[in-house]
Structures are given as structure tokens and as C-alpha cells.
């Protein structure tokens, strides 16, 4: 067995202040300095300053002290060196560049969000009151960090370092590999890793309770700044979830995320769901099931010269 969740991640920003800020009006809770997340996930996201927005670490669990050693192992054939306590991993990401840190434990168990009544056509279960989303009380924040996207420009060895060497399960795979989806929890994604002409972070993901959390949580920050919205809202092919992207007062890209598959089954998804040819060669895959397709503040990443020669002067690709 290898990961068996994925914990939090640390943002790297020139206004580490202003994008702390900004989620303390959207949900979060400071709860260190630099530290921000829920009463149930005290820690989501750390955020530092940097010379350039970067994804600066990943954090994520494992089962057992036996997962550390085994790990190691595996990392060491792949040539990435790491060091071990027995209960800790850290290494590097022989890529991208940024940490990597596996403790033995697991994720804070997430309260249900409770029932919540609703009328459809032959089943009518909100009788005499408003839907509770027009109850301004009732604002649901975002409930823990689902995933990130990665663009890589050696997509074999990111590939081999998050699937063979920390040991991410394939749950759907570009053509080509150019793009796989995997998982350390029973999520569809806790990361895609594509290919892409510079490393950087594409965006990181939140998941909140429900489609009309989504609307809540997006309006919100839309009410502060219109020009955030990038696309959405709509429901992806894979993985199902139901998305509104949007971009972050630090240029970071990220998505309000509710409904996606989960998986507890891998055999039954790898033999009878899993695709490992999607999209073609020589096109962007379609993204949605319905709603706005891919449209150019979605592609394009418009910092990415900055980026790339930020990167290069650390020496990384
Ligand atoms: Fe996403």
C-alpha cells in the first residue's frame, strides 16, 4: 500500500498576505501564521512568499510506518532520494522541484453535511419554506482541498515519480499518456499530472458540499472581483465533478469542486471504467459533459514567460 490521502499544499506568492486574506473572507480560518483552513482541517493551505506563484509543497499521509520504508524504496529506483524517520518521508519532486512530505496517519474525518431537501419532478421533499440557499446564514465554505493540476515538461518522469515511486493509482489517461488523473484517496483525482512546455501549478481544487455551494461560493468571490470567473459553471467528463474555475488575487487558477466520482472498487474502474485514451494526439480533450468548453482564460496561462524564467533561474525546467 502506498499514500492514503492528501493532506494540504503550500502556495508560494509575491502577496502571500493578499491571498490569505482573501480566504479569510471566503471560508478559511487563519489558524498559524501562514496557515489557513477549517475548524475540521485546521491546515489546507500554507501560504509563503516567493519570487513567483509556484506550488511549493505537497503534503500527504500514509496508512502505516511500513508505507514510509516501502516508498523510499520504491523512490530510490527511481533515482530520487528522500529521507525517513519512520513515521516521516520527504523528498523532492525530481521535477517540478517543490517538497514533498508523507506522514503515517490519515485525513480529519469530514462532519455529513447534513440533509438537504429539494423538489424534483415526482419527489418533492422542501415543502412550505425557500430553498435554504437563499438563507444568507447559511453560506457552506469550502470543505477540504481535493486536488491540484501540474504541468510538467517531462511528463514520463513526473509520471513515474507520482504513479511508480509514491504510488498514485491511474484512474484516466490522456492519449499518449500526455495527461493521467490518479488518486491516493477514493476521489476520481487528487492529481492530474499533463504535459505542458514549463512546470507550473494549472490550478488547485476545493471541494465544497454541493452544486449550490458551488453558486454560493463562487458569487461571493465574483461580488468582489468579476473579472475572477473563468470558466464554469459546468460538469467535467472525467471525473463528473461539477466545476466553476476561477482565479485568485495571486493569478493562481482554482476551482470550486462538488459531486465527483469516487472509487472504492479499483478493480471494478480499472476493467470496466477507466479510459486510457482520451483525447487525440493533436487537440485539447474536451473538458465538459455540459456547460462552457475550454475557452482561452482557461488555457492560456498568462503569466507562464514570468514563471518560466523564474524557473530557470532556480535551475529547473
Ligand atoms: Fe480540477
Not at 136 to 164: C, D, M, N, W
Not at 180 to 208: K, M, Q
Amino acid at each position: 500500500m502506498a499514500l492514503n490521502g492528501f493532506l494540504d499544499i503550500e502556495l508560494s506568492v509575491k502577496n502571500p498576505a493578499d491571498l490569505g486574506a482573501f480566504w479569510e473572507r471566503h471560508g478559511f480560518v487563519r489558524t498559524a501564521d501562514g496557515v489557513y483552513g477549517t475548524t475540521e482541517r485546521p491546515t489546507v493551505m500554507t501560504i509563503k512568499e516567493g519570487d513567483h506563484r509556484h506550488l511549493s509543497a505537497m503534503h500527504f499521509s500514509c496508512a502505516a510506518e511500513r508505507d514510509i520504508a516501502d516508498t523510499a524504496k520504491r523512490l530510490e529506483e527511481l533515482g530520487v532520494a528522500s529521507r525517513i524517520t519512520s513515521t516521516t518521508l520527504e523528498c523532492t519532486d525530481p521535477v517540478l522541484g517543490h517538497s514533498i512530505r508523507i506522514d503515517v496517519g490519515a485525513p480529519a474525518p469530514l462532519k455529513e453535511s447534513g440533509p438537504r431537501t429539494g423538489n424534483r419532478p415526482g419527489e418533492r421533499t422542501r415543502w412550505n419554506n425557500r430553498a435554504s440557499s437563499l438563507d444568507p446564514s447559511r453560506r457552506r465554505p469550502p470543505r477540504r482541498l481535493g486536488h491540484v493540476v501540474l504541468g510538467s515538461p517531462q511528463i514520463e518522469k513526473s509520471t513515474a515519480f507520482y504513479f511508480e515511486g509514491l504510488g498514485f493509482r491511474i484512474s484516466d489517461q490522456f492519449v499518449g499518456a500526455n495527461g493521467t488523473f490518479g488518486r491516493v484517496e477514493t476521489d476520481h483525482h487528487n492529481l492530474l499530472i499533463h504535459r505542458a512546455r514549463v512546470g507550473y501549478l494549472n490550478h488547485y481544487a476545493l471541494e465544497v458540499d454541493d452544486f449550490d455551494a458551488i453558486g454560493e461560493n463562487g458569487t461571493a468571490v465574483m461580488k468582489e472581483n468579476p473579472e475572477s470567473h473563468i470558466i464554469g459553471v459546468g460538469r467535467h467528463l472525467l471525473g463528473s465533478n461539477l466545476f466553476w474555475y476561477m482565479r485568485d488575487p495571486s493569478g493562481n487558477m482554482f476551482e470550486f469542486f462538488a459531486d465527483m466520482d469516487h472509487i472504492n472498487d479499483d478493480e471494478h474502474w480499472a476493467n470496466n471504467v477507466r479510459r486510457t485514451d482520451w483525447g487525440s494526439p493533436d487537440a485539447p480533450a474536451p473538458v465538459e459533459a455540459w456547460g462552457p468548453g475550454p475557452n482561452e482564460a482557461f488555457i492560456a496561462v498568462p503569466d507562464i514567460e514570468e514563471i518560466a524564467q523564474a524557473r530557470t533561474k532556480r535551475g529547473l525546467a
